[in-house]
């Protein structure tokens, strides 16, 4: 088992530092900067992207949240109504022509059971379906037109890590190949979103380089009484997927927020003792984020965030800063939300691979 950890004391911090190589990974072989294409090696039928109507994603708990963030990138790059859905809430309707939605089930282990029945439900109305899984040979592979590998490698520790990362990254390939085909997106465009992708293993590192100054900031906030995550646009689904982070393993209550509502709601809740955790990077509309954090602070509350340097944040209580990655920055801005979740359970001692009352795929609806 140690060996298996390679030195690290749980799965979860080893599969945390992988991303720069897992990442790698999921990129190899699929795109060409030069020309601006990305090839996920699907075989869609000639034309079909073209003749595209809607693109549906369904998906559960953090494949959820990748979902939320690959429809933005679907809807910027590939011009095509892209909506997210959880799983267990789905039911089909694709109108006189079903064919002409793309269905794709989002599922690391392929075997989730709300997954499995969603996609069911959409191919058996006669949907075109999709799977994007880690898992060769899983259940959901065979319930799929077609299947794209996230290859983010193993993840053994319960709480999806470097399997989110990958997840975005194909989700973002996929919708700059659709974007690409159906001439929604410019190949001068198309490179620099690839160029941020294959820059993405660097700057992760550079967030892992960083690790003691989270370490830093979970002990200065261990005892709080909640933990808030807020962003906006693609740094939305990154305050939903870091609060869900905490409350798996350390057992905090964490809520993720679209950072405008906390003043329609729960800024009532907040005190001194309730760190607001926020993504305050470009396209991520850092200036308006940063207004509700101050809000925040106004109300005693700490206040932790993840800057490009796009904005003025002296006045936070703790800075951590990723470079520039345009559309992916959120996601490199992710990489500390895990690290925080997973030192301020490590402090309380919690079975950080294996937390109570959860399974590592869940097969039953
Ligand atoms: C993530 O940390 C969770 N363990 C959980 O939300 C998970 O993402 C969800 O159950 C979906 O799993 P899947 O990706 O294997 O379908």
Same mark, same amino acid.
């Given at each position: 088992d140690a060996a298996e950890k390679g030195g690290y004391e749980h799965y979860m911090r080893k599969e945390i530092h992988e991303q720069p190589t897992s990442l790698r990974q999921t990129?190899?072989?699929r795109i060409d900067v030069e020309r601006g294409d990305a090839d996920l090696d699907v075989a869609f039928p000639?034309?079909?992207l073209e003749s595209l109507q809607e693109i549906q994603l369904v998906a559960c708990g953090t494949s959820y949240y990748a979902s939320q963030y690959a429809a933005r990138l679907l809807e910027e790059f590939a011009d095509v109504r892209a909506t997210v859905e959880i799983a267990s809430e789905y039911s089909f309707d694709g109108g006189r022509d079903p064919w002409r939605t793309l269905v794709i089930a989002v599922t690391q282990s392929g075997e989730t059971a709300d997954t499995l029945g969603a996609i069911r439900r959409a191919g058996g109305a006669g949907a075109r379906t999709l799977a994007v899984t880690n898992t060769l040979g899983s259940s959901v592979t065979r319930e799929t037109e077609d299947s794209v590998f996230i290859r983010a490698g193993p993840e053994i520790g319960v709480a999806a890590t470097k399997t989110f990362a990958s997840q975005v990254t194909t989700l973002a390939l996929l919708a700059v190949e659709i974007g690409r085909q159906r001439g929604s997106l410019a190949a001068t465009d198309a490179r620099a979103v690839l160029e941020d992708l294959r820059g993405l293993p660097g700057a992760v590192q550079q967030v892992l380089? $960083?690790?003691?100054?989270v370490l830093e900031g979970?002990?200065?906030f261990a005892d709080a009484d909640a933990f808030f995550f807020v962003g906006r646009q693609f740094g939305y689904p990154v305050a939903l997927e870091g609060a869900l982070k905490l409350k798996e393993i350390a057992y905090d209550h964490a809520e993720g927020f679209?950072?405008?509502e906390?003043?329609?709601g729960p800024l009532a809740l907040i005190t001194g003792d309730t760190p607001v955790l926020s993504v305050l990077t470009e396209r991520s509309r850092p200036d $308006?984020?940063?207004n509700n954090v101050t809000e925040a602070q106004t109300r005693e509350a700490p206040a932790i965030g993840v800057t490009d340097g796009t904005v003025e944040t002296d006045s936070l209580d703790l800075e951590l800063e990723v470079p520039d990655l345009g559309?992916?920055?959120?996601l490199v801005a992710n990489v500390y939300f895990q690290l925080f979740a997973y030192h301020i359970a490590d402090l309380q001692g919690r079975s950080i691979d294996k937390p109570r009352n959860l399974a590592k795929s869940v097969t039953v609806e």
């Open positions: 990129l190899s072989g000639q034309g079909y380089d $960083e690790e003691d100054r979970a002990k200065r679209a950072a405008g906390l003043k329609h $308006e984020t940063l559309y992916v920055t959120p």
